[in-house]
């Protein structure tokens, strides 16, 4: 996500949206003249950008999650605008039986969170998350005063995630090093681990979450797959339980089950 100055200069259009709206933490990619946003985005996620591209007088066809520019050019100050709109607070609601072992192996999906809801990268990754069948209630980036951190609704969630990383993500770029927190007796979390004369910095903290959200979202589809067809609801209910308050031995159950059916295909 480190774009130059160059780069941007020569940018199309199309180029330079996406790139304001994927840092400012929606999912879209662009084809062409072409922003092609992911269902993963939240409810009003479409509304917001088409009010945004109104405002700003920006021509455009709109066809549900597709937008055509129909001009070649924006200026800089456009997009920058847009990676800085502020965001809003709101509350949502988590359905019943999302924080359970029923939610986890049943949900297709997580929730679809609204963009303008959570700082930027936060939303990325909280969406990318959900669209890959990996359940999460909320974020936050920290405001370069604590560490950024995001919420699983369970236990089982956080180490199907911490499973996916070793599989996924060991060769990502990362500015920090990301741990799952499984001390404390709140809502399980993944949290950004810093050097003691380190600060924070929202540049970097941005990058570290748009990297593990794109990887996660390239394989969305497969992963929310593999977890329903992994995990059962009832054959496997017995065990989830008794092991949900000793998560070393939670994750080496839930990695052995993913191993031996990995081996059977």
Request: glycine share 6%.
């Amino acid at each position: 996500m480190s774009i130059t100055l160059l780069q941007i200069e020569t940018m199309s259009a199309a180029e330079k949206l996406g790139e304001a709206f994927l840092a400012h933490g929606f999912l879209v990619k662009v084809q062409g003249d072409r922003l092609i946003f992911s269902p993963g985005n939240g409810l009003e996620d479409m509304n917001v950008v088409r009010k945004i591209l109104e405002r700003a007088g920006v021509p455009a066809l709109y066809n549900g999650w597709e937008i055509q520019i129909l001009v070649p050019h924006i200026p800089n100050h456009l997009a920058l605008s847009i990676m800085k709109k502020p965001k809003r607070r709101a509350n949502y609601y988590i359905p019943y039986g999302y924080h359970g072992w029923r939610g986890f192996t049943k949900r297709n999906h997580g929730l679809r969170f609204n963009t303008l809801n959570f700082d930027p990268g936060i939303a990325l990754l909280l969406k990318a998350m959900s669209e890959a069948g990996i359940l999460v209630t909320g974020g936050c980036d920290g405001h370069e005063q604590k560490a950024p951190r995001i919420y699983f609704a369970s236990r089982w969630a956080m180490a199907w995630f911490e499973i996916l990383r070793e599989r996924f993500m060991q060769r990502l770029d990362l500015h920090y090093k990301w741990e799952v927190d499984i001390l404390t007796s709140g809502s399980p979390s993944l949290y950004a681990l810093k050097a003691e004369d380190e600060g924070w910095e929202l540049k970097k903290i941005q990058h570290d979450t748009v990297q593990m959200a794109l990887i996660l979202h390239k394989h969305a589809v497969s992963l929310r797959q593999v977890r329903r067809d992994t995990f059962k609801f009832k054959s496997m209910y017995l065990d989830a339980k008794n092991l949900e308050n000793n998560y070393h031995a939670l994750y080496s159950w839930m990695k052995e089950i993913l191993k031996q059916r990995l081996e059977k295909l």
